[in-house]
């Protein structure tokens, strides 16, 4: 590339792929926080606007996919310019897959909604609410390109494994104490994944931004402490 005329396109096209991704994390964050709002009441109105929002975070992502592809052929960016780019597409897959499983968790609560009694969520809303902190977190490390708060964020990831864990065995117990709430347990332990896996996504971003600011990706493994493929219910008494 060569002229300021040529090299200012670039850094507004370069400006605008930022803005585009730091809309879809603020649709994400938003969306997140609207579908465990919706899980807290259960409130089918509230979970209607998250499964109507979906969306523009997928029209987002086409936009970013269209620029990124410009960019690439356009203007062959090098060095830090290129990871730019390239951590842009990959943010934006896995925004939009944070954005379907906001959809999900919505999807459950609109069932939840319509059962005589609501089953106890409030340990469930506690662990979504970590996670929609580490998409604030996740948010500004990017706007910033701070390495170290998407560090923090990645670093997360094994405390909401851990509570989702928690989760799963609280639920187990619950059911086999209260038959009555099998159901809606049932849609919770979904909900409870698809939050699960948000962080997982968030935790994936955050891999993204170091690798834009620092040229690589962390080279230590992810703390991984979801147990719940080992967890088996407590003997009930008398058993």
Known sequence: MSGGH???????ELAALR?????????????????????????AEIAGEVLKGDAEIDRLEMEVE???????????????????IVAALKIASNLERMGDFAGSVAKRAVTLATLPVAPPVASLVRMGRMVQAMIG????AYTEQDADLAASV??????????????????LTYMMETPAQITGCTHLLFAAKSI??????????AENISFLVKGRLPSDERRKEDLSSYAVAPPRDGA
Not at 156 to 166: L, P, S
């Open 137 to 140: 977190d996740m948010r500004r």
């Open 154 to 171: 990645r670093d997360c990831d094994g405390e909401v494994d851990a509570a989702y864990t928690a989760l799963f065995r609280e639920f």
């Open 6 to 12: 040529t090299l200012a396109a670039f850094d507004t």
């Open 19 to 43: 803005s585009a991704i730091d809309r879809m994390g603020e649709l994400v964050e938003r969306q997140v926080g609207l579908a465990l709002d919706s899980l807290a009441g259960p409130d």
């Open 66 to 84: 269209a620029m990124t592809v410009r960019l690439l052929a356009l203007r062959q960016p090098m060095a830090k310019d290129l990871r730019e």
């Open 196 to 205: 699960e896996r948000i962080g997982d996504h968030a935790t994936n971003v």
